[in-house]
Structures are given as structure tokens and as C-alpha cells.
């Protein structure tokens, strides 16, 4: 079955403290690995997407690395508007399975001044 | 840019009503997912749709049924609702099926007294 695991479930940060949040995953054959922002009370914001190993996207302050194992969300110098539940989703090839993402269960940023 | 449109935001029902919720998906956008997050909780995939017809199907009770119409938005019909059932229904839309990025509402929360 498919499993995709959050660390850590939360995260304070002083501001300018750099840090990152780590996504494992198992999966029977990765579509894509998609990372996700999430303010309170919103949807799931779009950040990246990720498809094969080796692979590194980036975005202003945040930059995501991705393995055959494992993703990694890099948050450089951070801005407390960086605060937010940052979530992560695979997608797998599956005959049965046309697209659904299987989401972890987070990682709470918290940044301060 | 245009983003997904969910209604109603808010909705309040006791148990054994019924309930509706829209979704308008982006313009193009073909493809239209339903999640369910409750408090604390990941998004859970219920159901998809690709070009009008169900393409995929999660943990989506019985009591459930949705569909995509012909202008590409699409509804969840909710019934005999239980109290189990509040939480924050998201929809979210893509390109296609395969693994292009979806994108998600700002979700409809019930509430059910």
C-alpha cells in the first residue's frame, strides 16, 4: 500500500533560519511528487511538482529536492509569511488510478520575527 | 488568474438532511477531484471525474454521489448525513489525467449538527 510520511509534524523557525522538511514515500511506481502550501481555513496551494530522481525545482525562497526514496522542501532565510502547513502528495502509476493524490499529514512552518 | 470556485463555503445541516456542493473547475480544465479533510486531518481522495465520465473512485461512502456536467463543473450530492461527515470538502481541477498539477478550491466546510 501506498504510504507517504511527514517530518517534523511541526516547525518553528526564527526568521532568516533556514531549515528543511522531509517527505517519505512508498510507492509501487511514482507519477509525481507534488508539494503543496496550505494556509488555515484555504485549499492546498500549488508549489511543485517532481517526477523523476535527481530532480530540483525552486521558487523564490523554497526549493524542492527529490530521490527515489524520499522528497526534500528547502526553506532558505525564511519570512514569517512563510508560515503554513506544508503538505506532500504522491501520485502513482496504477491501472486503477487515474490521478488521485495520496497525501502526508503535514508539516506545520511556523516562522517568527 | 481564474482558480477553482466552490460553493456554498459554509453549509449547515443536521443529520439525515441532504446536501449539495458545486465546484466550477479553472477554464480547460477537464479533469475534477473531491477530497475530504477533517480537522487536523490530510486531504482523502473521494472521487474523479475525466471528461464527464467517473474515472477514479476513493473512499467515497455509499450515501455519496457526484458528477461532472457538460460545462465541465461538477457537484457532490451528500445524503442521510451523519455527524462524521463535517469537515472541509475540497475540489480540485486539472489538465487531463496524467500527472499535471491540481489545483484546489478554497473548499466547502459542513457542518453537521
Known amino acids: 500500500e501506498d504510504q507517504v510520511t511527514q517530518s517534523p509534524e511541526a516547525l518553528r523557525l526564527q526568521e532568516g533560519e533556514s531549515s528543511s522538511l522531509n517527505c517519505s514515500y512508498t510507492?509501487?511506481?511514482?507519477?509525481?511528487l507534488f508539494w503543496y502550501r496550505q494556509d488555515p481555513g484555504k485549499g492546498p496551494e500549488f508549489l511543485f511538482t517532481?517526477?523523476?530522481a535527481g530532480e530540483e525545482k525552486e521558487k523564490e525562497r523554497l526549493k524542492a529536492t527529490l530521490t527515489k526514496k524520499e522528497s526534500f522542501l528547502h526553506i532558505t532565510a525564511p519570512k514569517p509569511e512563510d508560515s503554513a502547513t506544508y503538505l506532500c502528495?504522491?501520485?502513482?502509476?496504477?491501472?486503477?488510478?487515474?490521478?488521485?493524490?495520496?497525501f502526508g499529514a503535514g508539516t506545520q512552518v511556523v516562522v517568527t520575527p | 488568474a481564474a482558480g477553482v470556485i466552490q460553493s456554498p463555503r459554509h453549509l449547515i445541516k443536521e443529520k439525515r438532511e441532504t446536501a449539495t456542493l458545486k465546484c466550477y473547475p479553472i477554464?480547460?480544465?477537464?479533469?475534477v477531484y473531491w477530497y475530504q479533510q477533517g480537522p487536523g486531518q490530510d486531504p482523502q481522495f473521494l472521487i474523479s471525474?475525466?471528461?464527464?465520465?467517473?474515472?477514479d473512485k476513493g473512499s467515497i461512502p455509499d450515501r455519496f454521489s457526484a458528477q461532472q456536467f457538460s460545462d465541465y463543473h461538477s457537484e457532490l450530492n451528500m445524503s442521510s448525513l451523519e455527524l462524521g461527515d463535517s469537515a472541509l470538502y475540497f475540489c480540485?481541477?486539472?489538465?487531463?489525467?496524467?500527472?499535471?498539477?491540481?489545483?484546489f478550491g478554497d473548499g466547502t466546510r459542513l457542518s453537521i449538527l
Open positions: 517532481l517526477y523523476s
Open positions: 477554464p480547460r480544465h477537464d479533469t
Open positions: 502528495a504522491v501520485q502513482a502509476w496504477a491501472t486503477d488510478s487515474w490521478g488521485k493524490l495520496q
Open positions: 510507492v509501487s511506481g511514482l507519477r509525481g
Open positions: 480540485a481541477s486539472s489538465l487531463g489525467q496524467g500527472n499535471q498539477p491540481q489545483h
Open positions: 471525474f475525466y471528461e464527464k465520465m467517473q474515472s
